[in-house]
């Protein structure tokens, strides 16, 4: 399959999945995918610290621990941010939470300018990523929101100078008894 077709796949998919008439792709517990429908209702407290627990045990440069997280998961802040992260709109505000992921500038300050953005980018982009297949295997659906945001938009810590790495949206998933379409098998991805 080529990245156009796969790209093509992903549209397609996604519009299905946004679709109001047409039931989510489910997620498979091996299987990690992208889920954007959610049950309308808040997750367990055993959940959230799950999530949380895999973004603290992320990889991160040099140990360092710069990325933090807002957990922002009440209607009015899920709306706000729901509409302010590009990806994410019309949504991203359905989720039980959307987990912002921030990189303090403080942690980041001994590099120049390109290098401590891509280093903050990096260790956002594993926090995210440990707790999007965390989500997976506890089966919580979970989607990355990439950090653009709209322009205008602002926040206290972006305020401060902090960096925006990344987002989750995560909730318990619509329809999860149905399964996503396979991915590429573990021999496709060798050059
Ligand atoms: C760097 C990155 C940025 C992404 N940004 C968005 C986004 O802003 N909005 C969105 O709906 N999905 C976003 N996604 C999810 C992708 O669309 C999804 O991972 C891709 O279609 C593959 O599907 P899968 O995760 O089910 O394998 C992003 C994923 C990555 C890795």
């Keep these: 399959m080529s990245y156009q077709d796969r790209y093509v796949e992903h549209r ?17 517990k091996l299987s990690r995918r992208s889920r954007r429908r959610f049950e309308g209702v808040s997750i367990d407290r ?4 799950q999530l949380l627990w895999a973004i603290a045990n992320a990889p991160s440069s040099c140990n360092r621990g710069g990325v ?3 957990w922002v998961d009440s209607a009015e802040q899920r709306c706000r941010w729901g509409e302010m992260l590009v990806g994410g709109v019309g949504w991203a505000q ?3 939470a959307i987990i912002l992921l921030w ?3 403080e942690c980041y300050q001994h590099h120049n300018d390109v290098m401590g953005a891509r280093l903050a980018d990096q260790d956002g982009a594993f926090a995210a990523c440990m707790a999007h297949v965390r989500a997976c295997e506890i089966g919580v659906a979970s989607c990355y929101i990439c950090p653009n ?13 902090w960096r925006l790495t990344g987002a989750l949206a995560v909730g318990y998933p619509m ?17």
Excluded: C, F, M
């Design 12 to 28: 397609a998919r996604k519009a299905r999945e946004l679709g109001a008439d047409v039931k989510v792709l489910g997620y498979g």
């Design 94 to 96: 359905h989720a039980a």
């Design 68 to 70: 933090w997280v807002q």
């Design 46 to 49: 055993w959940e959230r610290t």
């Design 149 to 161: 945001l709209i322009e205008g938009a602002s926040s206290t810590l972006l305020n401060r100078g």
């Design 103 to 105: 990189a303090d500038p």
């Design 175 to 191: 329809y999860p008894e149905l399964e996503p379409p396979p991915k590429r098998e573990a021999e496709e991805v060798l050059l």
